[in-house]
């Protein structure tokens, strides 16, 4: 993406994350979300629009919604899981 709308997110976290889930979807393990914290991932998983990491398909559902209803300005990920640090 070139638009600075995907930079809030801390990029070094989500490089952890997507190793450890590749790693879980290889060795069959089973990872939450990272937006909802629910283990609703699926092989039909959506792209986040905030920033470049899977999300399940009712969050990528919910993010579609969020930029229906505020044309496209909701870019805080600070409410998802990962980065809520309420684990
Ligand atoms: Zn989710």
Known sequence: MT???T??????MLAVWR???EWA???????PCPRCGR???TDHNAISRRVSVEICPTCGAEEAFE?????????DVS???LFSGAR
Do not use: L, S, V
Request: hydrophobic letters at 30%; one cysteine or more; proline letters at 3%.
């Open 3 to 5: 638009d600075n709308r």
């Open 7 to 12: 930079i809030k997110a801390p990029e070094g």
């Open 19 to 21: 190793d450890m889930y």
């Open 25 to 31: 979807r290889k060795n069959g393990g089973d990872m």
């Open 39 to 41: 283990r609703t991932m």
């Open 67 to 75: 930029d229906f209803a505020t044309g496209g300005c909701m870019d």
């Open 79 to 81: 409410h998802w899981w």
